[in-house]
C-alpha cells in the first residue's frame, strides 16, 4: 500500500516504525529536516521536507497515486485542510486525520466527505487514555480491548496460583460459571504459544487470553487468579496531555493524585480538574513520594514524555509500596526489557494507538484490530459477505472452517448478540468474528479467508 | 490642583444635574398634591440644577478624559456631595432640622442604608416620603451606573468609576462589551423588578403611593417606610411574604438577573455559586429563630414565631431593614445573629450592603486551602468559585478587605463609645450603617431612631455608610496621602 504520513512526532514515527515493517510505500513529510533525516536512517521510506498543508508538498510526495493519507502532525488544523485537499485535488481514497481538540470532535458532520473529508478520526492521547482507564478498572489485567463497540472484550491476564481455576482444566469453567459463556482464546506459557483445548491445564504463570461478554469480564478474571482489592487510590506522574486526561476521566471515580514537575501547567491543571489533588513537583523525588503516601496507592501510572523518568519514578513508587505500577514507555528495546519485571504494564504508546490505523490497512472488512503482545499477536473483529458459494466461511461450522495454526474464532458477535465460539456455531453472513491470531505472519492468510471470492459479484 | 480638578468637576456639574433633574418627580407630586412641600422642593430643585450647571460650564473649557485616579475621585465626590442636595428639600421643609441630620438622613437614603432620624413619617407630606424612597432606589443600584446609561459622557475613566461603585470583589465581569450598555441592562431589570414589585404590593393592598415608596425601598434594599410601625403598619402576611421574597430577590446579583433576561433562562440562577449559600444561610436562620423563639415563649404559636422570625431575619439580614415587631425585646442572640447575617449575606452586584457572600465564600475557601496546604505542602490548590478559578490576588484584596472592614468597624465603635454612648448601641450602630442596613440594637432598635444621636454621633454614622457603601477601599484610597502625590 502506497501510504503518506504527514507529521514526524512521536505518533508518526512510531507509525512509521509499524508500516514499514509491514511492508507498505511510506513517504513521511515534515518541517523538520533532522526528524526526516533520523527516520530515514533506520527505516526503509521516503521523506520529504515542507509544510504538510500544501498541495505542492502533498504532490511532491505522491498524493497523485496514494491509497492512504494519515495526517498526524501536531496541529489540528493542519491536518483536516491535508485530508480536505487529498479528497479534492488528489482523490486519495482514505484519509486519516488526528485530531486532539474535543471542540472539533464533538461536531462530527465536519468529517463528512462535503466538508473536511476525514475518513477515520483517530485521537491517540484519547486511545492511550482510554487503555490505561480500562487497565485500573480491572488491576488484574494486563491488557484489555474492546469489540462490538464494548458489547464483548478481550482481556489478557497472567493466572496466579490461587485463583479456582489454576491448576484445572480448561473445560472445568463450565462448572464453575454455570450458565456463564467465556472462552480462552490462547495461552502464552514461558513465551510459548499453546494452543487452548478442553483439556488443558492452567498453571501458575500463563499469560491468558479469554474473550467474553463485557458483563462477564470480571466473574472470569476471578477464576483465574485471586481478586485483588478494587482499586481507590491513583497516582499519575506527567500532567501531559495523556495525564491530564487520565485524571479528567478517572477522578469521578478514584482518589486522584497527580504530580507535575512545572509548576506553570500544575496551576493549569489545577484549574481545570475539579477533584485531583494536583501536587507541584518531580515524581522521582523520594520525599514527596512518601509524603504524599505513595504506599497506599493502588496504581501508580508514570506518563512523562521522558522513559527514563517514567522508568525509574515508577521502579521507585514500586519499591516504596505502591501495588501496581503502570509505565509509559516509547523506546520498544526498553519495552520488551521491562515488561513484567518490576514493572507491573510497561505501555508502548505505539501499541495502543495503532489499532485504528490497521483497521483500514489490513484487507478484508475489518470493523476493529487491535495489537497484542507488543505488536507480535492481533486480534481482529471482521465482517463476513457473501453466501456459501463465494465465501470460504458462510454457512459452515467453526470446525469446519480451516484456519491457520493458532488462529482462533473467540466469539460471533450477531446483531446485537455476543455468541462464545463453540465448534458447532454456523457462521452466518454479516456476523462480526472475533479472532485472534497469535503471529502475525498468518494475518495474510486470515485477510484471505475474509475476502469474498469473485463468482459473489 | 484646581487645574486637576476642573476636569473632575466638570462631569460632577453634569452629574449633579442629572440628579437635581430627578427631584422633579417629587416636585410634580408636590405641586399637584398641595401638600405642603412646593416650597422646598422649588428651592432644592433650583439651587441643585443651578450648581450642577455652573460647575459644568466651568469644567467645560478643561474637559478631557478621566484618568483611573480621576475616575475613584469622582464617585467620593459624587457620594459625598450628592446626599448635601439630597437634604436640601428636608431643610428647607423643616427649618429646625439639623443639618447633621438632615445629612445623615439624605445619605441613609442615597446608601439605602434605611437608617432615620425622622419620626411621625405618617404625618409628612407624600412628597417627603416619595423623594426618601426614591432616593434609595437611585443609590441602591448606584448613582453612577444611573449616569452611564443615561449619558455617554464618561468616556474611557468611566469604566473605572463604574468599577469604583461596584459593590463586589470581582470587577471585571463584563456583561456586554460596551459599559454603556451594561449599565443600561441593570437598569432595565431593576425597573422591571420595581415595577412587578409595585404591582404586587398595591394588589395584596397597599394604596398605590405607599406600594410605589415600599417597592422602591425594597429594591434598593433600603428601608425607609412611610409609616412609623414600618412594614408592621399593614399587619399582613400576603404582604410580608411578597416583601421578603422581592427583598431576596433584590440580595441576588443583578448580572444574574440580567443573564437570565436576556437568555430567557433560569440557568443562570443555577449557575451562580452565591445564591444557594445565601438563601440557605438566610432561611435557614429565620427557621433557626423561630424555633428559639417559640422555645423560649416570646410567640406561644410556632407559625406565628416563623412569621416573624422569618421576615424580620430575611428583612435585617438582606440589609433592607423593615420590621415588623420590636426584635429588640428578643433574646439576646436574636438581635445578634441577625446583625451577623447583615454583615456578609448579599450577593455580590446586589443591591444589598456588608462584605458580600462572594468575600465570604473566599474568606472560608481561602482557610479551607490553608488547611489542606497543612497535609499536602506541593499541592496546587486553586480556589474556585462556582466554575470560575479566582486569582489570588482577588483572595489577597479580599483578606485586606476584611481586615480594614474589621478595623473600621472596631475604631467607629470605639469613637461612638468615646462619646459616651453604651457598647452595644455604639457597636450595633456601627455594624448596621456599614452594612447599610439600618436599624440596630440598644437605643438605635427597630424601635426607635437614630435622632438620639448627638450631632458628631450622627456624623460618623453618616461617614460609615459611606465606608460601607463604597466598599471601603474606594473612600479610604482617596483619604491617604499617596492618592494626592504626582
Not at chain 1, 505502591?322 to 510497561?346: F, P
Not at chain 2, 434598593?220 to 422581592?246: K, N, P, R, T
Not at chain 2, 456588608?354 to 488547611?371: C, D, S, T, W
Not at chain 2, 450602630?429 to 438605635?444: H, Q, S
Request: net charge neutral.
Amino acid at each position: 500500500m502506497k501510504i503518506i504520513i504527514l507529521g514526524a512526532g512521536q505518533v508518526g514515527s512510531n507509525l512509521a516504525e509499524h508500516l514499514v515493517r509491514e511492508g507498505n510505500d511510506l513517504t513521511v513529510v515534515d518541517l523538520d529536516a533532522e526528524k526526516l533525516a533520523n527516520l530515514q536512517e533506520r527505516f526503509d521510506l521516503r521523506t520529504i521536507c515542507g509544510q504538510a498543508s500544501h498541495p505542492s508538498v502533498l504532490r511532491q510526495a505522491g498524493a497523485d497515486d496514494a491509497d492512504m493519507l494519515v495526517a498526524v502532525t501536531l496541529n489540528d488544523e493542519t491536518n483536516m485542510v491535508a485530508c480536505k485537499l487529498a479528497g479534492t485535488l488528489f482523490n486519495i481514497p482514505t484519509k486519516i486525520a488526528r485530531i486532539r481538540a474535543l471542540d472539533y470532535t464533538k461536531h462530527a458532520q465536519l468529517f463528512d466527505a462535503e466538508h473536511f473529508g476525514v475518513d477515520h478520526v483517530i485521537a491517540p492521547e484519547q486511545e492511550i487514555t482510554d487503555y490505561l482507564r480500562k487497565l485500573i478498572d480491572y488491576p488484574e489485567a494486563l491488557q484489555v480491548v474492546d469489540f462490538g463497540g464494548g458489547r464483548a472484550r478481550l482481556v489478557a491476564m497472567k493466572a496466579r496460583a490461587g485463583g479456582p481455576l489454576v491448576g484445572h482444566e480448561l473445560r472445568d469453567l463450565q462448572k464453575h460459571l454455570p450458565g456463564l459463556d467465556a472462552r480462552v482464546a490462547a495461552i502464552f506459557r514461558r513465551d510459548r504459544t499453546i494452543v487452548p483445548e478442553g483439556r488443558t491445564v492452567i498453571q501458575d504463570g500463563d499469560e491468558i487470553f479469554f474473550i467474553a461478554a463485557t458483563e462477564n469480564i470480571r466473574a472470569v478474571m476471578k477464576e483465574m487468579r485471586r481478586g485483588d482489592k478494587s482499586v481507590r487510590r491513583v497516582m499519575i506522574a506527567g500532567g501531559g496531555n495523556i495525564g491530564q486526561r487520565l485524571a479528567s476521566s478517572l477522578e469521578a471515580d478514584y482518589e486522584v493524585k497527580l504530580i507535575d514537575r512545572n509548576k506553570k501547567s500544575t496551576e493549569r491543571l489545577a484549574s481545570s480538574l475539579k477533584k485531583t489533588l494536583v501536587l507541584t513537583g518531580d515524581a522521582t523525588d523520594e520525599e514527596l513520594l512518601l509524603q504524599e503516601n505513595v504506599e497506599d496507592m493502588d496504581v501508580f501510572c508514570a506518563l512523562t514524555n521522558d522513559d527514563e523518568d517514567n522508568i525509574m519514578s515508577s521502579l521507585l513508587a514500586k519499591r516504596l509500596g505502591a501495588r501496581k505500577v503502570i509505565s509509559l514507555i516509547n523506546r520498544s528495546t526498553y519495552v520488551d526489557l521491562l515488561q513484567g519485571g518490576e514493572i507491573d504494564i510497561a505501555l508502548s504508546p505505539a501499541q495502543a494507538t495503532i489499532g485504528p490505523l490497521l483497521t483500514h490497512i489490513r484487507r478484508g472488512d475489518m470493523a476493529v484490530v487491535h495489537s497484542l503482545r507488543r505488536g507480535a499477536a492481533e486480534a481482529l473483529e471482521a465482517v463476513v459477505h457473501g453466501d456459501e458459494k463465494a465465501s470460504k466461511l458462510v454457512g459452515r461450522r467453526i470446525e469446519q472452517v480451516e484456519m491457520p495454526e493458532g488462529v482462533s474464532i473467540g466469539a460471533v458477535l450477531r446483531g446485537s448478540q455476543v455468541i462464545i465460539a463453540h465448534h458447532d456455531t454456523v457462521i452466518e453472513a454479516d456476523d462480526h468474528l472475533i479472532l485472534f491470531v497469535p503471529n502475525k505472519r498468518m494475518i495474510p492468510k486470515v485477510e484471505k479467508l475474509f475476502q469474498v471470492g469473485f463468482g459473489f459479484f | 490642583m484646581l487645574r486637576r480638578l476642573l476636569p473632575i468637576l466638570h462631569v460632577q456639574g453634569m452629574i449633579i444635574l442629572v440628579f437635581g433633574l430627578s427631584m422633579l418627580a417629587p416636585l410634580l407630586l408636590a405641586e399637584i398634591t398641595k401638600d405642603g412641600a412646593e416650597r422646598a422642593y422649588d428651592l432644592a430643585a433650583l439651587v441643585t440644577v443651578s450648581v450642577g450647571l455652573l460647575l459644568w460650564l466651568l469644567g467645560h473649557h478643561w474637559r478631557r478624559d478621566l484618568k483611573t485616579r480621576d475616575g475613584i475621585l469622582l464617585v467620593v465626590l459624587t457620594w459625598s456631595v450628592l446626599p448635601a442636595f439630597a437634604a436640601l428639600p428636608l431643610l428647607f421643609y423643616m427649618p429646625d432640622l439639623s443639618v447633621a441630620d438632615a445629612y445623615f438622613e439624605a445619605m441613609s437614603g442615597l446608601t439605602a442604608t434605611g437608617a432615620t432620624v425622622l419620626s411621625g413619617l405618617d404625618q409628612l407630606p407624600n412628597s417627603i416620603n416619595l423623594w426618601r424612597a426614591q432616593l434609595h432606589w437611585i443609590g441602591g443600584l448606584g448613582v453612577i451606573v444611573l449616569v452611564a446609561a443615561v449619558l455617554p459622557l464618561l468616556g474611557v475613566g468611566g469604566r473605572q468609576m463604574l468599577k469604583a461603585e461596584m459593590p463586589t470583589p470581582m470587577k471585571d465581569n463584563k456583561l456586554t462589551p460596551r459599559m454603556a450598555e451594561t449599565a443600561k441592562g441593570l437598569w432595565v431589570v431593576y425597573i422591571l423588578l420595581t415595577l412587578a414589585c409595585i404591582g404586587v404590593l398595591w394588589a395584596l393592598g397597599m394604596s398605590f403611593f405607599d406600594a410605589v415608596v415600599h417597592a422602591f425601598s425594597i429594591l434598593g434594599l433600603g428601608g425607609f417606610s412611610s409609616h412609623d410601625a414600618s412594614l408592621g403598619y399593614f399587619d399582613s402576611v400576603a404582604i410580608e411574604a411578597a416583601v421578603g421574597i422581592f427583598a431576596l430577590i433584590a440580595g441576588i446579583n443583578f448580572a444574574t438577573h440580567f443573564a437570565a433576561l436576556r437568555g430567557r433562562t433560569l440557568l443562570s440562577y443555577r449557575h451562580d455559586p452565591e445564591i444557594r449559600w445565601f438563601l440557605g444561610f438566610v432561611l435557614i436562620s429565620g427557621v433557626v429563630l423561630a424555633l428559639l423563639l417559640w422555645q423560649r415563649d416570646v410567640f406561644l404559636e410556632f407559625p406565628e414565631a416563623l412569621r416573624y422570625a422569618l421576615f424580620n431575619t430575611v428583612s435585617v439580614a438582606t440589609t433592607l431593614g423593615f420590621s415588623t415587631t420590636d426584635y429588640g425585646q428578643w433574646p439576646f442572640f436574636a438581635g445578634l445573629w441577625m446583625m451577623f447575617l447583615c454583615s456578609f449575606s448579599t450577593s455580590a452586584g446586589s443591591t444589598g450592603g456588608g462584605i458580600k457572600m462572594m468575600r465570604a465564600m473566599l474568606l472560608y475557601k481561602q482557610v479551607y486551602r490553608e488547611l489542606k496546604k497543612l497535609i499536602h505542602p506541593d499541592a496546587q490548590i486553586p480556589l474556585r468559585l462556582g466554575e470560575q478559578i479566582v486569582p489570588n490576588k482577588i483572595v489577597y484584596a479580599v483578606l485586606a478587605f476584611l481586615f480594614i472592614y474589621v478595623a473600621s468597624i472596631v475604631s467607629l465603635s470605639f469613637v461612638l463609645s468615646f462619646t459616651g454612648m453604651d457598647v452595644l448601641t455604639s457597636f450595633s450602630a456601627v455594624v448596621a450603617c456599614i452594612n447599610n442596613t439600618g436599624p440596630g440594637l440598644g437605643n438605635v432598635g427597630p424601635a426607635s431612631t437614630y435622632a438620639v444621636l448627638s450631632d458628631f454621633q450622627t456624623w460618623v454614622c453618616s461617614f460609615a455608610m459611606l465606608l460601607g457603601r463604597l466598599e471601603l477601599f474606594t473612600l479610604l484610597v482617596v483619604l491617604t496621602p499617596a492618592f494626592w502625590r504626582r
